[in-house]
């Protein structure tokens, strides 16, 4: 059999490699403590689950949605109104996906062609690049050094490598690093992608995970940013619907309108009760967003507090539900190593830095998806290694 060259670029995900890890541990009958997938385990308010159960009892329910509907759009364009303060058109500037990670995968095929050049962070979510890569465009990092907390430096960008870019990802607050980009980055990236005519996608799945009382806004709130591009935005962790997919590209129209062309040919739309959901999360009542950032708030000064004492030193995050610390000296950069080592001698598992780009090596990121108690024990369990003995 012959297949597709594309396919050479890429290895099996990051996610699958680390269940099989997760089961073959557990086929030696060790309970694993999992803290490598951003699965939430704080499931969606009462109202939300009753307004998908009572969609799902109507038969008439179950035809292809074809496209969002008019309620879907109108509450979307309601809530940006509402929480960023920004205006878009419910029906030319507003586009769902079907989580997030489709969309990201998908959009690069509707911007770039083959040999197009993308500028990617690194490190990044790793959706972020597998979407470019799967267009045939050409990858360009920009590193986020820790010295610069994390944010992109454009000045750092070659200038024929701005000047060949059809495409910028971008994404704060940022997975894996945690980091929050100030008012001032916002506008230097609008300013750059001005001058050099690039399309800026800017990922703003965790705005409501931000933590010590600050607050996150959104991109397109700044002037010239809807000119430039389009923000992502999700339900999956803020309202806990990973599982029913839930996401949303807004801004740009030209940007959008070529996302729904190419969405027309790709899917039938999200699922009807979906949408109904979709609905009552984002205008119905609020609280619970609060309340699921104390909660992962909560896990993380928990963790943190917890592996200090093992004598493993991070920053606290910033924001989203997650934690990106750098390795044991001992391991030096081989955080794949370190992975292992800490699944087969303490049940405990998260995922490597290198995942998520070059620049991840040395690091590991864990998801806050754990309650207290189970964070209590991976941290009694590491004691006992020789990781930290």
């Known amino acids: 059999m012959q297949f597709a060259k594309r396919m050479e670029q890429f290895r099996e995900?990051?996610?699958?490699?680390?269940l099989t890890l997760k089961k073959e541990k557990e086929k030696q009958g060790t309970t694993v403590i999992d803290l490598s997938v951003g699965t939430p385990n704080i499931p969606p308010e009462n109202r939300i689950r009753h307004a998908l159960a009572a969609a799902a009892e109507d038969p008439k329910?179950?035809?292809?949605?074809?496209?969002?509907?008019?309620?879907?759009?109108?509450?979307?364009?309601?809530?940006?109104?509402?929480?960023?303060?920004?205006?878009?058109?419910?029906?030319?500037?507003?586009?769902?996906?079907?989580?997030?990670?489709?969309?990201?995968?998908?959009?690069?095929?509707?911007?770039?062609?083959?040999?197009?050049?993308?500028?990617?962070?690194?490190?990044?979510?790793?959706?972020?690049?597998?979407?470019?890569?799967?267009?045939?465009?050409?990858?360009?990092?920009?590193?986020?050094?820790?010295?610069?907390?994390?944010?992109?430096?454009?000045?750092?960008i070659p200038e024929e490598e701005a000047k060949a870019a059809k495409l910028m990802i971008v994404s704060y607050p940022n997975n894996p690093t945690t980091a929050v980009a100030p008012d001032w980055f916002y506008e230097k990236l609008i300013a750059f992608a001005?001058?050099?005519?690039?399309?800026?996608?800017?990922?703003?799945?965790?705005?409501?995970?931000v933590f010590d009382g600050k607050t996150c806004g959104s991109f397109l709130r700044f002037p010239g940013a809807i000119d430039v591009g389009v923000e992502f935005n999700s339900l999956s962790k803020t309202y806990g619907m990973a599982g029913a997919r839930v996401g949303f590209c807004v801004g740009n129209q030209q940007v959008v309108s070529m996302l729904k062309k190419l969405k027309s040919n790709l899917d039938y739309g999200m699922f009807l009760p979906i949408q109904r959901a979709a609905v009552e999360a984002i205008t119905g009542e609020q609280s619970c967003v609060q309340r699921t950032c104390a909660a992962y708030e909560k896990r993380r000064d928990f963790l943190w507090e917890q592996f200090e004492k093992l004598g493993w030193h991070f920053e606290k995050p910033a924001a989203t539900m997650f934690v990106w610390a750098p390795i044991p000296e001992k391991y030096g950069m081989d955080d794949k190593r370190f992975t292992l080592d800490l699944i087969q001698q303490a049940g405990v598992l998260v995922t490597p830095g290198r995942a998520f780009g070059p620049s991840g090596k040395g690091h590991v990121r864990m998801a806050l998806v754990q309650e207290k108690a189970a964070l209590q024990e991976a941290a009694e369990r590491m004691s006992k290694t020789n990781i930290f003995n």
């Open 61 to 156: 329910q179950y035809i292809y949605a074809i496209n969002d509907t008019a309620k879907l759009q109108q509450a979307v364009a309601q809530w940006y109104q509402r929480r960023y303060g920004v205006q878009l058109n419910p029906e030319t500037q507003i586009e769902s996906l079907l989580g997030s990670q489709e969309g990201l995968t998908h959009i690069a095929l509707s911007i770039v062609d083959p040999g197009d050049t993308v500028l990617v962070p690194d490190p990044c979510y790793p959706a972020f690049s597998c979407g470019p890569m799967l267009a045939g465009a050409r990858l360009c990092w920009m590193p986020m050094k820790k010295e610069n907390h994390y944010l992109i430096d454009f000045d750092a």
């Open 13 to 18: 995900g990051i996610f699958s490699e680390l």
């Open 194 to 209: 001005q001058k050099y005519n690039i399309i800026v996608l800017h990922d703003n799945a965790y705005s409501e995970l």
